[in-house]
């Protein structure tokens, strides 16, 4: 890529990138971001984002990028290290299979949000869309994790098979109960907790009540979320959590003759 | 439930021959045979024994036989031993009917009714013995247009060329998982395809470490479950393939059960032992074309533009209009598989009923694209239960740039087609991750009998192709007048675009 494009777009200053990102093609942002990456270049800053795909794709290495927009789908796909935090709204397969790294959305974020991520978390203040989580998977040392400040849409943690998802539901009114259909439908493992009630579950999960461990990570998790957005833990936290668990880890184990 | 089927098979043993030395015994994984020490015999359990004929092969004095159960129910054209047992083993377990490998039913192929042409008299055929003959095959997006310019006197291509991909014949081994099969299996692949100048494809469950140095000569699967999908995967493979159907179960997903997600597994599938590894029929991030273009976007992103993408897709019955949008959605690489494609496990129902037959899926996508002047755009790889180098030549002249095979590349390997890969337990060592089975693949050998061959295969595609006055593979692509039809209707002739022998 030819930088000097880029010569009225971006400015370093103490080894902060800034770039205007307006109307810049997807593939050239990508481009300067692998640039920028790991060559002295701590913090990007990326502003005037409209809709721009594949934003921090495959990026390596711990950089810290500011994006303020609305960065387009598959924010942050196959990433596997850095940090975006999002000043604006997130579209459609934001953290698609994400390995490593930290998404944080000031608004909301679109369907299949932490598709098969398996490492990494996602914060994002406001709903998300349709089949959230899915697919999500723990392994190992890793431990995918997903916050969600408001409500979900139908099919959440649909084919779950690690890590942790949480839906707080904050803007509910009280009373009022998550309306997502099928939840945690094909799950078969990782664990959901969702703060409030919710009207539909799929069939392959079971709702049970949090124990000594359960609370202590969910402390932690609502910890860093009020940390980036505001909140207060103790305010959020002093409410009726519920925990989500697959029924078995071999849902269609008896599917089959001989 | 007492079970009310007899068994498949009956081993006969010549007790004159029999020498007691239990190699049968510890052959079959299925515990067919047991040696009774009080009467010193050797028997069997026959409704144990698939006929895999590992015991009939390694038996030293070749005492075994083994013969289809006489039993047989009274025949019956519609009810047939088949369908019986099929209603008795569900009857008995109220479950889904799983099998191996590729339809094992008389499904018209049509590679048996298209026949080659040869060179006589009026143009001279080539002898491969003494004329070069190029096998060579680039699979790739191609411009539509080459534009050269002169730099200090020589020419100097200025048209940027999309990724391409090098192959000494148009032959690749296609995805067989790690998981379906254990490390050896992917390690004989793997050797082959970078001896012999070839690729071979993981399948969706990853690629074990210890193979990343035959990256270069490997095609990273991404199906629905992404199992095993990280950036580095998709760093050390030659080529990414986004998995959204298989010849032997469109439609539906892959499950492997949490029973065969061992330790080594788990490492590879980057998920933890004994769960179910799901990968359900939608890849859930594409319900459109626009959809998929999406994801070869990110990939393409991923991996910096330097490698193709290739989409596969089952031949269904509108292949051809979907084909057009995946290459609309940039795709370089198509690859069709037909309804005779192999598995490791598909419900028996789904890959004897659903689907369309390779050669009729190959020309109607090969003509759709050329109608929409885009099938520069992208290379078609057919698949599909191609068993000769016979039927490569044909998928060829019918318009595939190149073939995928895993049936045959099993079958090289030890593999007889006994159909019992879903239980994990192949006598012969391949559909199987148990250590002390999987032990049977010595990738030495393995690997030697796959570059045999395909050497083989690649000496005949130039005998023929020599006989037709052809000496480069490339001059065969879409040449269906090569082809020409026997027994079949006006229709099937015309959507195969050939015309009837004799004519």
Not at chain 2, 41 to 58: A, K, P
Not at chain 2, 436 to 457: Q, Y
Request: charged share 25%.
């Amino acid at each position: 890529m030819d930088i000097r494009l880029f010569s009225s777009r971006v400015k370093v200053e103490n080894g902060v990138a800034k770039v205007n990102a307006e109307g810049v093609y997807y593939r050239d942002l990508n481009a300067l971001l692998r640039t920028f990456n790991g060559n002295g270049v701590k913090k990007m800053e990326i502003h005037n984002v409209y809709g721009q795909r594949y934003l921090g794709t495959d990026l390596e290495g711990n950089m810290e990028i500011d994006v303020y927009g609305t960065p387009g789908n598959d924010l942050g796909a196959l990433m596997n290290g850095p940090r975006l935090v999002i000043h604006g709204n997130a579209q459609d397969g934001c953290g698609n299979t994400m390995n490593e790294g930290q998404i944080v959305i000031h608004g909301r974020a679109g369907d299949i949000t932490g598709y098969s991520m398996r490492g990494g978390k996602i914060f994002i203040r406001d709903d998300v869309g349709y089949r959230v989580g899915i697919h999500m998977k723990g392994y190992r040392g890793k431990r995918p994790c997903l916050v969600v400040g408001g409500t979900a849409q139908d099919f959440l943690g649909e084919y779950m098979a690690g890590g942790v998802l949480v839906v707080l539901g904050l803007n509910l009114k009280a009373g009022e109960c998550h309306r997502a259909k099928f939840v945690g439908t094909g799950m078969h493992g990782g664990t959901m907790y969702v703060r409030g009630e919710v009207s539909h579950l799929g069939r392959e999960v079971e709702v049970v009540d949090l124990e000594e461990d359960d609370r202590r990570l969910l402390r932690s998790l609502v910890d860093e979320f009020c940390s980036h957005f505001g909140f207060n833990t103790n305010k959020i936290l002093d409410h009726r959590f519920n925990k989500l668990i697959p029924v078995s880890y071999r849902p269609y184990g008896r599917l089959y003759a001989y | 439930m007492k079970s009310y089927l007899s068994p498949e098979y009956i081993v006969e043993r010549d007790q004159d021959r029999c020498i007691r030395c239990e190699v049968c015994i510890n052959q079959c994984t299925y515990e067919t045979h047991y040696y009774d020490e009080e009467d010193d015999i050797v028997h069997s359990r026959n409704e144990n024994c698939t006929n895999c004929q590992r015991c009939v092969v390694f038996c030293p004095t070749q005492a075994i036989t083994i013969r289809k159960n006489p039993n047989y129910y009274r025949e019956n054209a519609n009810w047939t031993q088949e369908a019986i047992t099929a209603v008795k083993k569900q009857a008995e377990t109220g479950g889904i009917i799983l099998t191996g490998m590729g339809c094992d039913k008389p499904h018209l192929t049509y590679w048996d009714r298209l026949l080659l042409n040869a060179s006589q008299v009026t143009n001279p055929s080539i002898d491969p013995l003494r004329e070069p003959m190029e096998l060579r095959t680039y699979l790739g997006a191609k411009p539509d247009r080459l534009e050269m310019e002169t730099e200090e006197g020589s020419i100097v291509l200025k048209t940027k060329l999309a990724p391409q991909l090098s192959l000494e014949a148009p032959i690749l081994f296609s995805a067989i998982s790690y998981g379906s099969t254990s490390i050896r299996v992917h390690e004989s692949l793997a050797r082959a395809a970078s001896e012999f100048g070839t690729l071979f494809n993981t399948g969706e469950g990853g690629l074990d470490r210890r193979l990343y140095k035959y990256g270069g000569r490997t095609i990273v699967q991404v199906a629905s479950g992404r199992f095993g999908v990280h950036p580095e995967y998709l760093d050390i493979g030659a080529a990414v393939e986004i998995k959204i159907g298989q010849g032997a179960k469109p439609g539906i997903g892959g499950h492997l059960p949490g029973e065969k997600v061992s330790e080594e597994i788990s490492k590879t599938r980057m998920i933890p032992t004994g769960t179910d590894a799901l990968s359900p029929a939608p890849q859930h991030d594409i319900y459109s074309i626009e959809d998929l273009r999406q994801l070869i976007c990110a990939l393409k992103e991923a991996t910096n533009y330097t490698k193709p993408v290739f989409v596969k897709i089952a031949a269904v019955h509108n292949s051809a209009a979907i084909a057009s949008g995946m290459v609309r959605a940039g795709a370089d690489v198509i690859a069709l598989d037909g309804v005779r494609g192999g598995t490791g496990a598909a419900p028996r129902i789904i890959r004897d009923n659903v689907g369309i037959p390779i050669e009729l899926a190959i020309a109607s996508v090969d003509q759709r694209l050329r109608e929409e002047g885009i099938r520069n755009n992208a290379s078609i790889i057919a698949a599909g239960g191609i068993k000769s180098s016979a039927e490569v030549v044909k998928a060829i002249a019918l318009g595939a740039d190149a073939v995928y095979i895993a049936t045959a590349a099993l079958v090289a390997m030890g593999c007889t087609v006994c159909q019992k890969c879903y239980t994990g337990k192949c006598p012969w060592g391949i559909a199987t991750n148990d250590p002390w089975i999987s032990k049977r693949i010595n990738p030495d050998i393995a690997s030697k009998r796959l570059v045999n061959l395909l050497r083989g295969w690649s000496l005949e595609i130039k005998e023929m192709i020599g006989g037709m006055g052809i000496n480069a593979i490339e001059s065969l692509r879409g040449n269906r007048l090569h082809l020409r039809g026997v027994g079949l209707t006006d229709t099937e002739l015309r959507i195969l675009g050939v015309t009837m022998a004799g004519d």
